[in-house]
């Protein structure tokens, strides 16, 4: 399975092995030049995610997501821009959605998470959505939920 089939269906054995053939070291190279989260990911190449110590905020993601949608990390540009094509949603004539759902657990409490950007025209409009996930059907009200606060500010 390819990374983009990966990305779509949050596939995480397929993220582990590429945390594997990527090594220790140079991950803890890459997360700690991409200022991401607290930029801990301890010795488990292919958990620090998944079971800590790595973490992020809600406000720490959006400002990655934004550097993301700029084309502003510390990687090739169009490296940037594959995953951007990747987590592209939908897009109108004037705007196009990106986005990542995703669900974890948090001191026992099951979360679930959309984020992604809007561009409209030249602007950026970066979100991070944090859910509590207590039943099955709640899972699938995380984007539901971001789009209609996306829309409620006037965003598609």
Request: aromatic fraction near 8%; charged fraction near 25%; charge should be positive.
């Amino acid at each position: 399975m390819g990374l983009r089939e990966a990305i779509v269906i949050s596939n995480v054995p397929i993220y582990q092995e590429l945390a594997r053939r990527i090594g220790l070291e140079r991950m803890k190279d890459y997360v700690s030049r991409l200022d991401y989260g607290n930029r801990e990911i301890g010795s488990a190449v292919d958990t620090f995610w998944l079971a800590g110590p790595l973490k992020i905020s809600a406000v720490e993601q959006t400002r990655f997501l934004a550097k993301l949608a700029l084309g502003e990390l510390p990687f090739p540009k169009d490296i940037q821009g594959a995953v951007r094509e990747i987590i592209r949603l939908e897009q109108g004539t004037n705007w196009k959605l990106y986005g990542k759902t995703g669900l974890g657990n948090v001191a026992g409490v099951r979360v679930g998470w959309w984020v992604g950007w809007v561009q409209r025209d030249d602007r950026v409009y970066a979100f991070a959505l944090n859910m509590d996930v207590r039943s099955e059907s709640d899972v699938g009200k995380r984007v539901e939920l971001g789009k209609a606060s996306l829309k409620a500010l006037g965003l598609p």
